[in-house]
């Protein structure tokens, strides 16, 4: 029995500790709520047109850091989820793209018949790692607006309400 009320002490302890701050943003016209966590890997792009990518520390209720660069939370024009392996898989896409279209040069010069052939390729292969950008929604800030939220100010915030 003592046992049983270990078990979901530990539990209950768990679950109300591990609530972080995050970055909720609301769609303005549907409503659909999106959140970004502590130490998720994001991409901003802030209004004076910068981009920081890296994961995110939230600070307090009005900023954040990304890549060691503090961001207040209403200078953000835009958010998006940026795996890192993602971010390797449209590299090496890419790379293995301009390759391609390199070895195509050559065999040209060459005078190689499938010089156009490997051209065509290649374009493709290094198109299709710009797709691979997209994959991830950019959610920007006309469409979206944001907040961060911390869930130990909740029952204070619903007090002033």
Not at 11 to 36: D, M
Not at 63 to 86: E, G, H, R, W
Not at 90 to 112: F, M, P, R
């Amino acid at each position: 029995m003592k046992s049983i009320i270990y078990i979901l002490v530990f539990l209950i302890s768990y679950a109300v500790f591990s609530q972080h701050r995050t970055i909720e943003i609301t769609n303005i016209k549907t409503g659909k709520v999106k959140v970004f966590v502590e130490n998720q890997r994001i991409k901003i792009r802030t209004l004076d047109g910068k981009k920081h990518i890296g994961n995110l520390k939230i600070s307090d209720t009005l900023s954040f850091t990304v890549n060691n660069q503090l961001v207040k939370i209403d200078s953000v024009q835009s958010i998006k989820y940026q795996p890192k392996t993602l971010a390797t898989i449209k590299t090496v896409v890419l790379i293995a793209g301009l390759t391609i279209v390199g070895a195509s040069l050559v065999a040209a010069y060459g005078g190689n018949d499938s010089a156009f052939l490997l051209f065509t390729v290649g374009s493709g292969v290094a198109i299709s790692a710009g797709l691979l950008e997209g994959i991830n929604a950019n959610n920007s800030a006309i469409k979206w607006t944001f907040k961060i939220v911390d869930p130990s100010l909740k029952g204070e915030q619903a007090k002033q309400k």
